[in-house]
């Protein structure tokens, strides 16, 4: 909402009172609307996670319609995981990884999970996601020695 306020009153300023022209005021309706229209699917985004034959799949769902995939791991190439809660999430901002993704839909969600891996470059990365009963039980079984212990 911000960004299409302040491109308004930039579209005004520019136009009426810099040039002192009114008729490309006209436009601004219509700009503003085909703005929105491109733009408002990355306001409303979802995540969905789902675990397909031994491979997490993170996946950024726009406005119900379209959707990215954003990650796809290995669950047998993760390290180390845990329930994450705020404190975990400031000890995993301190120990220096390469690459932390959050697909939480809020910091303190009570269904958040962290994992920890090395990509193809031998960096460690981590990624938060939210696991429901039935991901964490199909992560168990690709994975037991991680997810087990928790």
């Known amino acids: 909402m911000f960004f299409y306020t302040a491109l308004t009153f930039l579209y005004i300023f520019i136009f009426w009172i810099k040039l ?3 008729q490309p005021l006209i436009l ?3 700009i503003i609307i085909a703005l ?3 733009t408002w699917k990355y306001v409303r985004v979802e995540y969905e996670f789902s675990a397909e034959v031994g491979v997490l799949t993170i996946s950024e769902i726009y406005d119900g319609r379209s959707r990215r995939q954003k990650l796809a791991l290995e ?3 993760i390290e180390e995981a845990g329930r994450c809660d ?3 999430r400031e000890r995993l901002n301190q ?3 390469e690459k932390i993704r959050d697909f ?3 910091p303190d969600s009570a ?3 962290y994992a920890v891996w090395r990509d193809k470059n031998n960096e460690r990365q981590a990624v938060i996601f939210e696991a429901d009963d039935e991901l964490l039980r199909l992560l168990r079984l690709w994975n037991p020695s991680v997810f087990s212990a928790r």
């Open 86 to 88: 705020e404190n975990e």
């Open 95 to 97: 120990r220096g990884f």
């Open 28 to 30: 601004l309706p219509f």
């Open 20 to 22: 002192g022209q009114w």
């Open 104 to 106: 939480s839909q809020s």
């Open 36 to 38: 929105i229209n491109l």
């Open 111 to 113: 269904g958040a999970w």
């Open 75 to 77: 669950v047998s190439e």
